[in-house]
């Protein structure tokens, strides 16, 4: 039997920490910061969005109390935008300047409005 092709990893411009707008799926046009992003299949992990719940058994002997948890489950990058500080979202894109050393530095920039979502 053969085995199906991983897809390819996607360029993925959100970060960790990132503010997103979901502007697709169940939970659209809710906005969250990101958690967690998984470069490999292309999925990102917003706070307070996506939640399902979780059924656990009791393990004493590892401190899990058991029962049923909500936690927040992955979700697709295409389907979240970068937030900007302002609250509009927009696309993300790269501008490259020199330091005063002379060292290249690339910064993330929202495409609207110029603004760089960089924390430095």
């Excluded at 053969?2 to 503010?19: H, S």
């Excluded at 909500?70 to 509009?88: F, K, L, P, Q």
Aim: hydrophobic share 30%; proline share 3%.
């Amino acid at each position: 039997m053969r085995r199906k092709k991983a897809p390819a990893p996607l360029d993925i411009k959100i970060r960790k920490g990132d503010q997103v707008k979901v502007i697709a799926g169940r939970d659209k046009g809710k906005t969250g910061r990101v958690i967690e992003v998984d470069r490999g299949r292309g999925r990102v992990v917003v706070e307070g969005v996506q939640l399902v719940k979780r059924h656990t058994r009791p393990n004493p002997a590892k401190q899990i109390k058991g029962g049923i948890a909500e936690r927040e489950a992955s979700i697709h990058v295409s389907n979240v935008m970068a937030v900007t500080s302002a609250g509009a979202v927009t696309r993300i894109g790269h501008r490259v300047e020199e330091t005063s050393t002379g060292t290249v530095r690339r910064t993330r920039i929202a495409r609207k409005t110029g603004e760089s979502l960089d924390k430095k």
